[in-house]
Nanobody, 118 residues
Framework: QVQFVESGGGLVQPGGSLRLSCEAS????????MSWYRQAPGKERELVAS????????TYAGSVKGRFTISRDNAKNTVYLQMNSLKPEDTAVYYC???????????WGQGTQVTVSS
């Protein structure tokens, strides 16, 4: 079955950096676009960044553009999110899923908590 395992979150001070990883299984990873989402307390899940299956095109939410970078390693079935210049408003649980503008699969991983606080 489709599975996503996110990792790399933690507590970081404003201005700091984190690198998230998501290992996927149960589908042909290299043929799907991949995306990162986040959900802050009391808010709906939002799309943060996407990358096409050949990694030729990346897109970002306006709130993270210029600070976050999405990448992928098709040999490892893994997608990454490098987050720099973190702000308190980036605090959320981060998830990955296949697809570009919307998730391809209904199943989600446990997510990884990112907390930006001094």
């Amino acid at each position: 079955q489709v599975q996503f395992v996110e990792s790399g979150g933690g507590l970081v001070q404003p201005g700091g950096s984190l690198r998230l990883s998501c290992e996927a299984s149960g589908f042909t990873f290299r043929t799907y676009a991949m995306s990162w989402y986040r959900q802050a307390p009391g808010k709906e899940r939002e799309l943060v960044a996407s990358i096409t299956w050949v990694a030729s095109t990346t897109t970002y939410a306006g709130s993270v553009k210029g600070r976050f970078t999405i990448s992928r390693d098709n040999a490892k079935n893994t997608v990454y999110l490098q987050m720099n210049s973190l702000k308190p408003e980036d605090t959320a649980v981060y998830y990955c899923n296949a697809g570009n503008m919307r998730p391809s699969f209904s199943s989600w991983g446990q997510g990884t908590q990112v907390t930006v606080s001094s």
